[in-house]
């Protein structure tokens, strides 16, 4: 072999390694909240935007989805322009309970579901063209939520059936557009620890022939049936994990969850809080087969209830205006440092490191707990500082807890962190300190 076809293979692997780099980052996961009434729901929606969020989740009963035998979508066309109105892009979820829905239908009818849908509301159909929205849609389409929750489903969905309208479904909308993505309505963790969700088994080769784009798991941790403290067994990692292995799905799918939080539940709003941090980050840096972010997006349940009203999950403590409490201010610091970053690396299963990038800042998070890190403990060390940039600022989920001092450094050595709980660390301009009621910020 010849210096000059050496030379060339050196040229391309040197571009195939530049390309897979800069390509290897990815848009931090949307976040959002739902659910969002089919009206509208002005209110929620701009606390939505207020948040800086990106998504919602628009539940729609059968009843608004198909009537006297056709597909019925125009029934949902306010809450999209609502939601187009304040920057949130829907995502829609068909509901059906065996309580009170009757039949779920056959797949004929999901194929006309699905194919009505997408091609009235895929980005630049023709009737949101109509409405001058170009480049904007819905692209992420899903049926039938917790099919095993027994309160709403004493008669259990028929697996032949759901697997039918599921199947459906998704060739309805790819004959519109092969892209958009179809999922299954959200999965119960509780079954799915358990390995007795005959209906995840039963669609697992729907995922495999690519009909499937994600996994979506609701997750509500809780000190004592879910606990997070010194284990990462119940972790979304390592449940996304599992279940695909138990159904056999082997395609490298994607993950979202449209239901979480950490339960107030024998314990105080604040260490709530502190565990939310660490669940919210759980949630957005799930990988896939080749150890890449598969996360699409992070919905916690729920921002718009108040603690009173919902003690174990509201996140605010009055919705007009919109007042948060531990947890809502948690999430409302994690929009914030995030906005317009993307993930260059993430490591759930080892370090619990991820790192952020934007155009003006870098951001590092820490699962600084005793299973979720190889690395647990008070002290951190960051290297590859951006050029510029004089302090990094250490946030928990309390707030901003102290600056630190790096101007013309490269790395630096984080001292005096406290054990177990989740950290992030920001260096650069445009990141500001997010709303918090902590006083205890501190410069070094």
């Not at 998704?170 to 959200?186: C, R």
């Amino acid at each position: 072999m010849n210096r000059r076809y050496l030379g060339l293979i050196g040229i391309m692997a040197f571009i195939y390694f530049a390309y897979s780099t800069a390509t290897a980052a990815r848009p931090i996961p949307q976040i959002g909240g739902g659910n969002i009434s089919i009206h509208g729901d002005e209110n929620k929606l701009e606390i939505l935007k207020q948040l800086n969020a990106g998504i919602c989740r628009v539940p729609i009963s059968p009843n608004d989805y198909w009537n006297d035998g056709s597909a019925t979508p125009s029934k949902i066309d306010a809450v999209i322009l609502t939601a187009h109105r304040h920057g949130i892009t829907p995502m829609v979820l068909f509901e059906y309970y065996s309580k009170w829905h009757g039949p779920l239908g056959d797949y004929e009818k999901w194929r006309e579901i699905g194919q009505a849908f997408a091609e009235r509301f895929q980005p630049n159909s023709r009737w949101l063209s109509s409405q001058g929205i170009r480049d904007w849609g819905i692209t992420v389409f899903s049926a039938i939520n917790e099919p095993m929750w027994k309160d709403n489903n004493p008669e259990p969905i028929p697996v032949e059936d759901y697997v039918d309208a599921i199947s459906g479904l998704a060739d309805g909308a790819h004959s519109v557009n092969p892209k958009l993505n179809v999922s299954p309505g959200g999965f119960q963790e509780i079954p799915l620890f358990q390995n007795r969700n005959p209906y995840l088994n039963a669609i697992a080769h729907l995922y495999n022939e690519g009909k499937l784009a994600a996994l979506d798991i609701h997750r509500y941790w809780d000190v004592e049936y879910v606990p997070m403290q010194g284990t990462h067994d119940w972790s979304l990692q390592r449940q996304f994990d599992q279940v695909k292995k138990d159904a056999g799905i082997t395609a490298d799918i994607g993950f979202y969850t449209t239901e979480m939080n950490f339960k107030k539940r024998l314990l105080t709003e604040d260490k709530a809080a502190r565990g939310f941090l660490t669940a919210l980050w759980d949630a957005l840096t799930v990988t896939g087969n080749h150890g890449r972010a598969v996360t699409r997006f992070v919905m916690p349940w729920n921002i718009f209830h108040t603690e009173s009203a919902d003690e174990h999950y509201g996140l605010c403590k009055t919705q007009r205006p919109w007042t948060p409490n531990a947890r809502g201010r948690v999430l409302q610091m994690v929009c914030k440092l995030t906005r317009g970053t993307k993930i260059i690396s993430t490591a759930p299963k080892t370090t619990g490191i991820t790192v952020l990038t934007s155009a003006n800042r870098k951001v590092w998070i820490w699962q600084n707990r005793p299973g979720w890190s190889s690395i647990h403990g008070t002290s951190f060390e960051i290297e590859h500082l951006p050029e510029n940039a004089e302090t990094v600022d250490v946030y928990t989920w309390d707030g901003l807890k102290r600056s630190v001092d790096i101007a013309g450094r490269e790395q630096v050595a984080i001292e005096g962190l406290t054990p177990a709980q989740t950290y992030m660390f920001a260096a650069g301009t445009g990141v500001g300190e997010p709303t918090t009621e902590s006083s205890n910020h501190q410069h070094e």
